[in-house]
């Protein structure tokens, strides 16, 4: 399965922006039994789970981004979204969508999130 990020781009702090997330090459059963999850990678630092969604739409979030994203699933076209309000200047960096808690599935490039101050 290989993954393809976007929607990043560079917005003001108190800013938006809603990232997409597609994935190719499974069939949709593959993708619908999985949990998927956006990940971001700030420069010089680990890459770090920001939020999760069951295949059946249980969320969860890091307690940094909690309040202030939502993500979500659209199974039929094997894609994930993440809804970003409140953009801080902490929340820049690359920002990429695995399957979880195991990412397996080929990481992609990453769409890039610049927030400035």
């Known amino acids: 399965v290989q993954l393809q990020a976007s929607g990043g781009g560079l917005v003001q702090a108190g800013g938006c922006l809603r990232l997409s997330c597609k994935a190719s090459g499974a069939i949709t059963s593959v993708f619908n039994s999985k949990a998927v999850a956006w990940f971001r990678q700030a420069p010089g630092k680990q890459r770090e789970l920001v939020a999760s969604v069951t295949r059946v739409g249980t969320t969860n979030y890091a307690d940094s981004v909690n309040g202030r994203f939502t993500i979500s699933r659209d199974n039929a076209h094997k894609k994930a979204y993440l809804q970003m309000n409140g953009l801080k200047p902490e929340d820049t960096g690359t920002y990429y969508c695995?399957?979880?808690?195991?990412?397996?599935?080929?990481w992609g490039q990453g769409t890039l999130v610049t927030v400035s101050s």
């Open positions: 695995n399957n979880y808690p195991d990412p397996s599935w080929l």
